[in-house]
C-alpha cells in the first residue's frame, strides 16, 4: 500500500455536490463537484484493484453508489468507512491496477463550474508510465499520445480530420433553452464526416465519436496520427446578447482577433480548457513559462495560407445555405488552430445564444444543409489544391440510404436536406413508393435544372414557416397544402398524435428554390416579379437591393418557394 498526501485546502467543512464520469475511446474521467478546494488524500489496493480516496473535513450532497456500464477500467464509485470520522471515503472499484491522475481545478470565470477533483483514468495501452509518485498532483503529467482506433485507410485517399468541439465535462456554449453546443458540433461533425467518406479520395477521421472531453492538445495529435491533410473543427457560435446570428469561418492569425465577436470566441474557447484542464497542461509542460495556449508563434506561414483558401471555400458554400455573420474569414489565435503542419480551420455553424438560431441547429434538415456546405467545401478545395502524386479529387460519389419501415420517400428526401423528385431521378423511380430494405441513392454528382434549360435553377434547401391552425384543419390538408407529410410535421412539432387545436401553431419546413436571373434590356423589378410570381419585396431581399434601379447583365437570385 502505498499513500500520498492531497492539497492543503481550508480547514473549513467541505461537500461534495456531485460526481460525474466520461469514459472515452482514451481515458475515463471522473469529475467530482466540490464546495470548495478540496484537501485529500488517496492510495490503491490490490485483490481486488480499488483508489481509495479520503475527501477530508467534506459532507456528501449526492448519490452514492455510482454503477459505471461503458468504462473498460471503472466499475463502480461507493462509500466506504474512512480513518477519520471528518473525512468522506470515496472507493474506486477497478477492473485492473490503475496509477491515476489526480488533479484540482479551480471555478471557472463565468460561473458554470465550481471547484472540482478530477480523477483520470488511463485506459490500457495509453497509461501513464512514470514512476514519480511521491507526491500528490496539483495538475496531471503530459498526456500520451491518445489512442485512436481507424481502419486501415488506402494510400490512394486524402484523409481529412474533423473535429467536434467541446464534449463531456464541457458543454460548450448554451442555448436559452439550455440545449448544448457539444451535441450540435457532434452531431454536424458526424455527418460532415459520412459526405466526405462517400466520395471516390477522401476519408474522415473524427478527434471524438461520443460524449466525452479531448484537450486541444489531443485533438491536433489525433490529426497528425492520422496523417490528415487538413483538420476543421466544428463549434456553435455564441454571444452576451441574443441579437447576433449566422455563420463565421476562423482561420489562423499571430494577432489579436480583429473583431469585438472573435475576441469573444477567444476567450470561449480558452474557458473550454480550463473546463478539462488542458490549461493547467499546457502551462506545465512548456518550457516559456510566458507562452499561453493561444499565442501562436510565426512559423506557421503554411498553415495560414492553405487555411484561408478552406476557409474562403466554406464560406462560399455556406452562404448558399445559411445566413452568414461574417463574409470573410476571422482572424483569431485559437489553440485548436495552431498545428504547424496541418492547415486548420474553425467553423461556428451559427449562434446558439440566438433562439432562432438554437432551433434551427437541432432541426436535421438545417444539419444536413451545413454538413453538405461544408463536405462540398473540402471536395472544392482538393480539387483546386489536389496533393502532390495524388489524383483530382472526384465529386460526391453518391451515399445510400436503407429505407426502415413507416419512411416513405417525402420523409426520407426532408432529412437528407433534398426533393422527392430528385430521388426518384436518381434512383429511376416510376412512382414514389419504396418498401422497406430498399436502397436508394441519397446525393448526386452534380445538380441541374430539371428542364434541362440554360437557366441556373438550385435547391437551397429549406425554409421554416409557421402555419396557424384553422377550423376545418387536419394534418393531412395541412400536409398536402405544403407539400410535405404527415409525419414530418409531427416530427418536426414532437405531435405524438394527429389531434390538432384550432389556433395552435405549427412549424413547418418548405423547400425553397431559387432562379438565376440575368438582367436583359428592358427589364424592372416589377415585371420580373411578375414573371416568377413573386413579390417585388421578396426579389430585393433575396439580393440585399437598396434601390429599384437594375443594370443590363445583372444577376438577380428570385426565390421560388
Known amino acids: 500500500m502505498m499513500l500520498w498526501l492531497g492539497a492543503i485546502a481550508s480547514?473549513?467543512?467541505n461537500s461534495l455536490n456531485s460526481i460525474r464520469v466520461w469514459p472515452s475511446p482514451?481515458?475515463?474521467?471522473?469529475?467530482?463537484?466540490?464546495?470548495?478546494e478540496a484537501k485529500f488524500s488517496y492510495f490503491?489496493?490490490?485483490?481486488?484493484?480499488?483508489?481509495?480516496?479520503?475527501?477530508?473535513?467534506?459532507?456528501?450532497?449526492?448519490?452514492?453508489?455510482?454503477?459505471?456500464?461503458?468504462?473498460?477500467?471503472?466499475?463502480?464509485?461507493?462509500?466506504?468507512?474512512?480513518?477519520?470520522?471528518?473525512?468522506?471515503?470515496?472507493?474506486?472499484?477497478?477492473?485492473?491496477?490503475?496509477?491515476?491522475?489526480i488533479f484540482t481545478l479551480a471555478p471557472t470565470a463565468d460561473g458554470q463550474y465550481g471547484h472540482r477533483l478530477v480523477v483520470d483514468f488511463k485506459h490500457e495501452g495509453t497509461a501513464s508510465t512514470s514512476s514519480n509518485n511521491t507526491a500528490a498532483k496539483s495538475a496531471?503529467?503530459?498526456?500520451?499520445?491518445?489512442?485512436?482506433?481507424?481502419?486501415?485507410?488506402?494510400?490512394?485517399?486524402?484523409?481529412?480530420?474533423?473535429?467536434?468541439?467541446?464534449?463531456?465535462?464541457?458543454?460548450?456554449?448554451?442555448?436559452?433553452?439550455?440545449?448544448?453546443?457539444?451535441?450540435?458540433?457532434?452531431?454536424?461533425?458526424?455527418?460532415?464526416?459520412?459526405?466526405?467518406?462517400?466520395?471516390?479520395?477522401?476519408?474522415?477521421?473524427?478527434?471524438?465519436?461520443?460524449?466525452?472531453?479531448?484537450?486541444?492538445?489531443?485533438?491536433?495529435?489525433?490529426?497528425?496520427?492520422?496523417?490528415?491533410?487538413?483538420?476543421?473543427?466544428?463549434?456553435?457560435?455564441?454571444?452576451?446578447?441574443?441579437?447576433?446570428?449566422g455563420a463565421s469561418v476562423f482561420v489562423l492569425s499571430t494577432r489579436r482577433a480583429n473583431t469585438e465577436i472573435g475576441r469573444w470566441v477567444v476567450k470561449k474557447e480558452e474557458q473550454s480548457e480550463l473546463l478539462g484542464g488542458g490549461g493547467v497542461l499546457l502551462s506545465k509542460n512548456s518550457n516559456d513559462k510566458n507562452v499561453s495556449q493561444t499565442v501562436l508563434d510565426l512559423q506557421f506561414s503554411h498553415s495560414q495560407t492553405e487555411g484561408n483558401k478552406l476557409a474562403l471555400k466554406v464560406i462560399q458554400e455556406l452562404r448558399q445555405v445559411t445566413k452568414m455573420h461574417t463574409s470573410k474569414p476571422v482572424y483569431a489565435s485559437l489553440a485548436v488552430l495552431k498545428s504547424p503542419d496541418i492547415p486548420s480551420i474553425l467553423v461556428e455553424t451559427g449562434f446558439i445564444s440566438n433562439p432562432q438560431e438554437e432551433k434551427l441547429l437541432f432541426q436535421n434538415y438545417h444539419r444536413n444543409k451545413l454538413a453538405g456546405a461544408i463536405s462540398n467545401a473540402v471536395v472544392e478545395y482538393f480539387k483546386a489544391n489536389p496533393p502532390e502524386g495524388m489524383i483530382v479529387v472526384n465529386q460526391l460519389s453518391g451515399s445510400t440510404h436503407k429505407v426502415k419501415s413507416g419512411e416513405s420517400l417525402s420523409v426520407i428526401a426532408h432529412n437528407y436536406g433534398t426533393t422527392t423528385?430528385?430521388?426518384?431521378?436518381?434512383?429511376?423511380?416510376?412512382?414514389?413508393?419504396?418498401?422497406?430494405?430498399?436502397?436508394?441513392?441519397?446525393?448526386?454528382?452534380?445538380?441541374?435544372?430539371?428542364?434541362?434549360?440554360?437557366?441556373?435553377?438550385?435547391?437551397?434547401?429549406?425554409?421554416?414557416?409557421?402555419?396557424?391552425?384553422?377550423?376545418?384543419?387536419?394534418?393531412?390538408?395541412?400536409?398536402?397544402?405544403?407539400?410535405?407529410?404527415?409525419?414530418?410535421?409531427?416530427?418536426?412539432?414532437?405531435?405524438?398524435?394527429?389531434?390538432?387545436?384550432?389556433?395552435?401553431?405549427?412549424?413547418?419546413?418548405?423547400?425553397?428554390?431559387?432562379?438565376?436571373?440575368?438582367?436583359?434590356?428592358?427589364?424592372?423589378l416589377g415585371k420580373i416579379a411578375d414573371k416568377y410570381g413573386v413579390s417585388i419585396s421578396d426579389i430585393r431581399k433575396a439580393n440585399n437591393l437598396r434601390s429599384d434601379s437594375l443594370a443590363v447583365g445583372q444577376k438577380l437570385t428570385i426565390p421560388q418557394p
Open 421 to 524: 423528385a430528385n430521388l426518384m431521378k436518381w434512383n429511376s423511380l416510376k412512382s414514389s413508393k419504396v418498401f422497406v430494405g430498399q436502397e436508394l441513392k441519397v446525393a448526386s454528382p452534380g445538380a441541374t435544372s430539371s428542364n434541362g434549360s440554360s437557366t441556373n435553377v438550385r435547391s437551397t434547401g429549406y425554409t421554416t414557416v409557421t402555419h396557424v391552425v384553422k377550423s376545418g384543419d387536419y394534418l393531412g390538408k395541412i400536409a398536402e397544402q405544403y407539400s410535405v407529410s404527415v409525419s414530418s410535421i409531427k416530427q418536426q412539432n414532437n405531435l405524438r398524435s394527429n389531434t390538432l387545436k384550432v389556433g395552435q401553431k405549427l412549424q413547418i419546413s418548405i423547400q425553397v428554390k431559387t432562379t438565376i436571373y440575368q438582367v436583359r434590356n428592358g427589364d424592372f
Open 140 to 245: 496531471p503529467q503530459k498526456a500520451p499520445a491518445p489512442t485512436v482506433t481507424t481502419r486501415a485507410i488506402p494510400p490512394s485517399k486524402i484523409v481529412v480530420a474533423i473535429d467536434p468541439g467541446h464534449g463531456g465535462e464541457d458543454p460548450g456554449s448554451i442555448g436559452p433553452t439550455r440545449k448544448y453546443e457539444k451535441h450540435v458540433t457532434l452531431a454536424i461533425a458526424k455527418k460532415v464526416a459520412a459526405k466526405l467518406n462517400s466520395t471516390s479520395n477522401i476519408h474522415a477521421v473524427l478527434t471524438r465519436t461520443g460524449d466525452y472531453y479531448v484537450n486541444l492538445n489531443k485533438r491536433s495529435e489525433i490529426a497528425r496520427k492520422n496523417k490528415s491533410l487538413l483538420l476543421l473543427s466544428i463549434h456553435a457560435d455564441s454571444y452576451t446578447t441574443a441579437g447576433p446570428r
Open 44 to 101: 490503491t489496493l490490490s485483490g481486488p484493484d480499488r483508489l481509495v480516496l479520503d475527501l477530508k473535513q467534506t459532507q456528501l450532497k449526492t448519490k452514492l453508489p455510482i454503477v459505471i456500464k461503458d468504462s473498460p477500467v471503472l466499475t463502480k464509485i461507493r462509500h466506504s468507512t474512512p480513518a477519520e470520522p471528518s473525512s468522506y471515503r470515496l472507493v474506486f472499484e477497478l477492473k485492473s491496477a490503475q496509477k491515476p491522475e
Open 26 to 36: 482514451h481515458d475515463t474521467r471522473v469529475v467530482m463537484d466540490m464546495g470548495s
Open 11 to 13: 480547514a473549513n467543512a
